[in-house]
């Protein structure tokens, strides 16, 4: 059952343009002066208010939010990180649905969602793809979604996708392996991948094979997981069986990171170094270390739904981005993923979820 957050924020100074004002004056979210006539038909200039913001308090609008069950750490921070922006926020109220992994009471609770008329909808779906028809529903209801995370195979079905850069990701890891590994040409590559059904965990395969390829190698033994301990340890396990030599691992989820370390400690391993994804306060803390197989990490930020509901408010409100020309939030938001060594750790970790 939904539960709801409210929050309550001080108001700042002005209120955001009508759409004829804007069409007349002003970009983003701010005033801008408005021209008109005296009775006389001479042209004069108003003085507008002082400009305003992004955050300035406007009329109150329901967000409706689901995701998956919070069964590991990056899922768990994604969710605290939804609820803590709009806590933020006085004019919203968010509807928060229990996390599951089950596709068809997520398709309920988004059904609920429509039922109820929220102004908005912030969907991070277990199946992209599963989810799509609903959130369709609810765009054709008037409702604007907001896809986070698992895109949606039809562009109709969302107003707003929110994605890290799961292809950027694997590249990141792959171009980090290349320098590692300039001299050894013939150097061994493993990949323990997430879900493999899911098209982020394929982007980011293709994203560390084409990174790989640039500097001729190649992905040598790899094996599929589920982002969970127990499945980063079983399939690992499995992988460090199969593979007596390896050089370079790449793990793409440092919450499966977890089972990927304790697969190599009990497999009494270590001539390999290992890249993680997502960037865990775990894998930094082996990071900072010193003296562990780990030398780096992805990041594959867990604000992601935080964003979303961010956006879900100005797109309700009529809004767009003050930081923008443009008046309309945009209709894709794309994240960046730099890699974390042992030179930038610092600079991260404060802000690294807990797997």
Request: hydrophobic letters at 45%; one cysteine or more.
């Given at each position: 059952?939904?539960?709801?957050?409210?929050?309550?924020?001080?108001?700042?100074?002005?209120?955001?343009?009508s759409?004829?004002?804007?069409l007349?004056?002003c970009?983003?979210?701010?005033?801008?002066?408005v021209?008109?006539?005296?009775?006389?038909?001479?042209?004069?200039e108003e003085?507008a208010?002082?400009?305003?913001?992004?955050?300035?308090?406007?009329?109150?609008?329901?967000i409706?939010?689901?995701?998956?069950?919070?069964?590991?750490?990056?899922?768990?921070?994604?969710?605290?990180?939804a609820?803590?922006?709009?806590?933020?926020?006085?004019?919203?109220?968010?509807?928060?649905?229990?996390?599951?992994?089950?596709?068809?009471?997520?398709?309920?609770?988004?059904?609920?969602?429509?039922?109820?008329?929220?102004?908005?909808?912030?969907?991070?779906?277990?199946?992209?793809?599963?989810?799509?028809?609903?959130?369709?529903?609810?765009?054709?209801?008037?409702?604007?979604?907001?896809?986070?995370?698992?895109?949606?195979?039809?562009?109709?079905?969302?107003?707003?996708?929110?994605?890290?850069?799961?292809?950027?990701?694997?590249?990141?890891?792959?171009?980090?392996?290349?320098?590692?590994?300039?001299?050894?040409?013939?150097?061994?590559?493993?990949?323990?991948?997430?879900?493999?059904?899911?098209?982020?965990?394929?982007?980011?395969?293709?994203?560390?094979?084409?990174?790989?390829?640039?500097?001729?190698?190649?992905?040598?033994?790899?094996?599929?997981?589920?982002?969970?301990?127990?499945?980063?340890?079983?399939?690992?396990?499995?992988?460090?069986?199969?593979?007596?030599?390896?050089?370079a691992?790449?793990?793409?989820?440092?919450?499966?990171?977890?089972?990927?370390?304790?697969?190599?400690?009990?497999?009494?391993r270590?001539e390999?170094?290992?890249?993680?994804?997502?960037?865990?306060?775990?894998?930094?803390?082996?990071?900072?270390?010193?003296?562990?197989?780990?030398?780096?990490?992805?990041?594959?930020?867990?604000?992601?739904?935080?964003?979303?509901?961010?956006?879900?408010?100005?797109v309700?409100?009529?809004?767009?981005?003050?930081?923008?020309?443009?008046?309309?939030?945009?209709?894709?938001?794309?994240?960046?993923?730099?890699?974390?060594?042992?030179?930038?750790?610092?600079?991260?970790?404060?802000?690294?979820?807990?797997?």
């Amino acid at each position: 059952m939904a539960r709801t957050t409210r929050v309550r924020r001080a108001s700042r100074a002005a209120a955001v343009l009508s759409a004829v004002a804007l069409l007349a004056a002003c970009t983003g979210n701010t005033e801008a002066e408005v021209s008109g006539e005296d009775d006389e038909g001479q042209a004069s200039e108003e003085a507008a208010p002082a400009p305003g913001g992004n955050d300035e308090t406007g009329e109150t609008v329901v967000i409706g939010f689901s995701a998956p069950a919070a069964d590991h750490g990056w899922m768990g921070a994604i969710t605290q990180a939804a609820i803590e922006e709009a806590e933020s926020h006085e004019d919203v109220e968010l509807r928060v649905a229990e996390g599951t992994n089950d596709v068809n009471l997520q398709i309920s609770q988004v059904e609920t969602f429509i039922n109820d008329g929220v102004d908005a909808i912030v969907l991070l779906p277990f199946d992209g793809a599963a989810l799509t028809e609903i959130a369709t529903e609810a765009m054709q209801a008037g409702i604007p979604v907001i896809n986070v995370d698992r895109e949606f195979s039809a562009p109709e079905a969302a107003r707003v996708t929110v994605l890290g850069d799961n292809y950027g990701m694997g590249r990141s890891a792959g171009e980090y392996i290349c320098e590692r590994l300039a001299d050894q040409p013939d150097a061994v590559v493993a990949e323990v991948a997430g879900i493999d059904n899911l098209p982020l965990t394929q982007e980011r395969s293709q994203g560390f094979e084409d990174a790989l390829g640039e500097c001729g190698l190649d992905v040598d033994n790899r094996v599929a997981a589920d982002f969970t301990v127990q499945g980063g340890e079983s399939a690992t396990s499995n992988l460090l069986q199969a593979a007596p030599e390896i050089d370079a691992m790449w793990n793409h989820d440092d919450d499966q990171g977890v089972g990927v370390l304790a697969a190599i400690e009990n497999a009494g391993r270590d001539e390999f170094f290992v890249v993680g994804g997502a960037g865990s306060a775990n894998m930094m803390r082996e990071i900072q270390s010193g003296d562990s197989v780990v030398e780096a990490t992805v990041i594959y930020p867990s604000t992601q739904a935080a964003d979303g509901i961010r956006l879900a408010r100005l797109v309700a409100q009529g809004k767009g981005m003050g930081d923008l020309v443009e008046i309309e939030v945009p209709r894709l938001v794309q994240l960046y993923a730099p890699v974390v060594t042992a030179d930038n750790v610092d600079e991260y970790l404060d802000t690294a979820f807990e797997s």
